[in-house]
């Protein structure tokens, strides 16, 4: 198998405050991960890739001093969102990729910003 | 980034019958492809991944490869209620980025 956790499955912040949700492959090692973003009744929309060791890359539009991402080992990599704002109101999917190619998501983050 | 379409849904099928799903895709050197599905509110599971052309049986679901043609299919057969979601198809770059179509929702209906 293989199995990919995030915590918090659920978070409730106050605007201005800052976040982290985790993401861990359980069973494999992952040397690179994923980050996506899901607004309701949309696609996914990768935010980044996170590379173990390496600094993560973002997508055009997407910022990296809001959303600050570290791949510090081989099963976990970490989202920070920074100074959460209601529009950053989300819900947060990482995925790891196992083998060439394939990948596998979390259950997800919902955030929501008051 | 490659382009990745599906058929346009929504897709409403009786129980017990066969829902066809397909994806083209627009990169003819792409060598891996993969189906997702996706519950309301949930996030995406891995159910397919099929890399040679011809078929891929797992379980009820079959995945139909045609690299000459550019596309993938799936086929969910004996549908349940349970199948009720949104099916995803997927096809990565050479950077391991997964490139996605729009998406299939399939209801089953009882």
């Known amino acids: 198998g293989a199995v990919v956790s995030q915590h918090p499955s659920w978070v409730i912040c106050k605007s201005g405050t800052s976040v982290k949700i985790e993401c861990r492959s359980l069973?494999?090692?992952?040397?690179?991960m994923f980050w996506y973003r899901q607004f309701p009744k949309q696609s996914l929309m990768l935010m980044a890739t996170s590379n173990e060791g390496s600094k993560a890359t973002y997508e055009q539009g997407v910022e990296k001093d809001k959303f600050l991402i570290n791949h510090a080992s081989l099963t976990l990599s970490t989202l920070t969102v920074t100074s959460a704002h209601p529009e950053d109101s989300s819900f947060y999917i990482c995925s790891a990729r196992k083998g060439p190619f394939e990948q596998y998501f979390g259950p997800g983050t919902r955030l929501t910003v008051t | 980034q490659k382009e990745v379409e599906q058929n346009s849904g929504p897709l409403s099928v009786p129980e017990g019958a066969i829902a066809s799903l397909n994806c083209t895709y627009s990169d003819r050197g792409s060598q891996s492809f993969f189906w997702y599905r996706q519950y309301s509110g949930k996030s995406p599971e891995l159910i397919m991944s099929i890399y040679s052309n011809g078929d891929k049986e797992d379980g009820r679901f079959t995945a139909q490869l045609n690299k000459a043609s550019q596309y993938v299919s799936l086929l969910i057969r004996d549908s349940q209620p349970s199948d009720s979601a949104t099916y995803l198809c997927a096809v990565p770059g050479n950077d391991y980025k997964l490139s996605f179509g729009a998406g299939t929702t399939v209801t089953v209906r009882a």
């Open positions: 069973d494999f090692q992952a040397t690179t």
